[in-house]
């Protein structure tokens, strides 16, 4: 018996811990949202405390990479300008681009000094890795991503990695079906490599959903060369939606 009512003490001492923790959060959400306490709380705590409560959320929105940087090429900001012209009429749609998955999430506040990233943001220095924007067209079942490699994306002297290839067709061809269908993952990727991407130059990434079947997701892309002279790579992808 003696045994068994130590443990009882202990699993209540366990509760005690989890309860007050979270009567902590529910606090810190509301002190977060502005809910203010009532007047005789308020009183309480307007004696003078030398302690700070830590700031764990930047007030600033996060910051958008599918917009221009300096490190655009002419032909880079000409594709992004008549993208943006498709845009007014509808017809195309600008996808914000953020370093963190938790920025995409609707009603999440942005985290300051966050140290997971997205691995095609993975970056702090502008034009040196992936450089790219996307563009949804949904009449088309569409996504569409300009994309400029940078040097520390090279594989073959000169050019591109592929699997720095492989990644953005995985991303532009992902980001078509998320916006389609909500949530998924990727089953199988086939990419077809044509012909290399020289570091710098600008390419398009064009991802179409072809079909629907059931949690099945049937994707096609091409990479072209920025004036649609060269074809790059070819790939298909297979997604699964999360959700049935």
Known sequence: MGKRTAQEQQVQRIRALYLGATMLRSCARLIYKGIALPRQQQNLHSLPCSYTAPKFYSQE???????????????LLDLYNKY?????????KRIPS??????????????????????TRNLDQDGVGFEYCMFYNKAERRM?????????LEGPPGFTH?????????????????YLCGGVMTANLTVDYKNPIPLGCVVIIDSKVEKI????????????????????????????????
């Not at 943006?84 to 195309?92: D, V």
């Not at 569409?144 to 520390?152: E, K, N, R, S, T």
């Not at 720095?164 to 078509?176: F, P, Q, R």
């Not at 096609?220 to 002279?229: E, K, L, T």
Request: positive net charge; charged residues 20%; contains cysteine.
């Open 213 to 244: 079947e059931g949690r099945k997701v049937f994707t096609s892309c091409q990479i072209r060369s920025h004036d649609d002279s060269m074809l790059h790579t070819e790939a298909t992808a297979l997604f699964i939606k999360l959700c049935p």
């Open 98 to 119: 953020y370093n963190a998955t938790v920025h995409y999430i609707k009603g999440v506040p942005p985290v300051r000094n966050r140290e997971k990233r997205l691995f």
């Open 162 to 178: 592929g699997g720095c290839i492989a990644t953005m067709i995985d991303s532009t061809t992902g980001a078509g079906a998320v």
């Open 84 to 92: 943006m012209e498709g845009s007014k009429s509808g017809t195309w």
């Open 61 to 75: 929105a996060p910051r958008d990479y599918g917009v221009p940087n300096t490190t655009w090429s002419k032909n």
């Open 144 to 152: 569409v991503c300009l994309f400029q490699p940078g040097p520390y």
